[in-house]
């Protein structure tokens, strides 16, 4: 039964990302027919935006060194649709191999710490936005439109707590380069729900508004949902998840599973909140994307409905 809370939208985009972001720290190669069989269930599920994978340099996140092959397999079945799915990329080479492939919609992704900048792109701050401008211009020039990610949002392993200001300098430089939409990561889940509304209020203050926003949290502190509940308050209408609960980043310490989609769709099903995704698919999706991986789901609701039985929020 739905029982809707005050101050929560109608409706709600989710951003999944289990196919890039969930997939990227499996240390065992998963075949490239599973990952587009992956995203296919995903799409099949209702999910509206499915990131498929990474054009980033395949010695630095070899799991998705499949990213041609991969996008290859998904045309084949999907036809043009397929090149609609947004795909990640880190630098000019990153976009040339993206829209070479006709490819558009993708994602730039910076830090809002210099250490995590350098772990995760081999550059600093500075050089980071160097690296992503022509990325973006040619991208727009190219008719794709640009996403763009901020990670360490609220903490970071090598700099501790990071401050607000911090995020929305990084943030807007990666908007004035022309992004349409910016993702807030909290990469390490350290975030809590005043941090969120503060955040969002932070960027509020520097004239960027909620529906320009993006929310993508990590569980590891289990704060991810009482994040999502500030966030749908603050008005941030896109959420990130990863199916299952799948993920991690390679290049940042402590990072474990995204917000799982799952847990997401129960609750946003309880609050009455639209997001056009079938759970029942979807769980069936991660129990059989669990299976290929050898280990059980952390999605709570993947383990609660995992055996099947149909069930809703009461
Ligand atoms: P680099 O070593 O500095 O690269 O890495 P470079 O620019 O010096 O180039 C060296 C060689 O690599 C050159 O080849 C390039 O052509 C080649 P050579 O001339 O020596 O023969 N090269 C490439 N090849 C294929 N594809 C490319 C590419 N780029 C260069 N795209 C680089 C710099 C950015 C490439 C590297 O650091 C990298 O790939 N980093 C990606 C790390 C990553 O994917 N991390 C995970 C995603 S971020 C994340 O998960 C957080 C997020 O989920 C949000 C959150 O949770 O906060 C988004
Ligand atoms: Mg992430």
């Known amino acids: 039964m739905a029982v809707p809370a005050p101050g929560m939208p109608e409706h709600v985009t989710i951003y999944e990302v289990g196919p890039r972001d969930g997939l990227q720290n499996e240390q065992e190669l998963v075949p490239t027919p599973v990952k587009a069989e992956f995203v296919r269930r995903l799409l099949a599920a209702g999910l509206p935006v499915v990131e498929a994978t990474s054009f980033v340099h395949p010695r630095w996140v070899p799991q998705l060194a499949d990213a041609a092959d991969l996008v290859g397999s998904l045309v084949d079945d999907l036809g043009d649709h397929a090149r609609a799915l947004p795909v990640l990329v880190p630098n000019e080479r990153g976009l040339d191999r993206a829209l070479e492939l006709g490819m558009r919609h993708v994602a730039v992704f910076g830090s809002a710490t210099e250490t995590f900048a350098r772990k ?37 392993p090598w700099e501790g707590p990071v401050p607000l200001a911090q995020v929305v300098d990084a943030g807007r430089r990666l908007l004035d380069l022309g992004a349409s939409q910016l993702s807030l990561g909290d990469t390490i889940g350290v975030g809590t729900a005043g941090h969120v509304v503060a955040l969002v209020e932070a960027f509020g203050d520097a004239g960027i508004g909620p529906e320009r926003l993006a929310l993508h949290f990590h569980d590891t502190y289990g ?66 994307m669990a299976g290929q991986l050898g280990r059980p789901s952390p999605s709570a609701v993947v383990r609660a409905l995992g055996s099947g039985t149909a069930q809703s929020p009461t």
């Open 223 to 288: 704060q991810a949902l009482s994040n999502v509940q500030a966030g749908l308050r603050a008005g941030i209408t896109t959420f990130d998840a990863s199916a299952g609960g799948l993920g991690g980043c390679p290049y940042a310490e402590s990072a474990t599973g995204n917000l799982a989609t799952e847990d997401l769709v129960w609750l946003l099903d309880g609050l009455g909140v639209g997001h056009g995704v079938d759970l029942a698919s979807l769980v069936a999706t991660s129990t059989w």
């Open 120 to 156: 995760n792109l081999n550059r600093g701050l500075d050089e980071q936005h160097a690296m992503f401008a022509p990325v973006v211009d040619r991208a727009l020039a190219a008719g794709a439109d640009v996403r763009a990610y901020v990670s360490m949002c609220f903490g970071d």
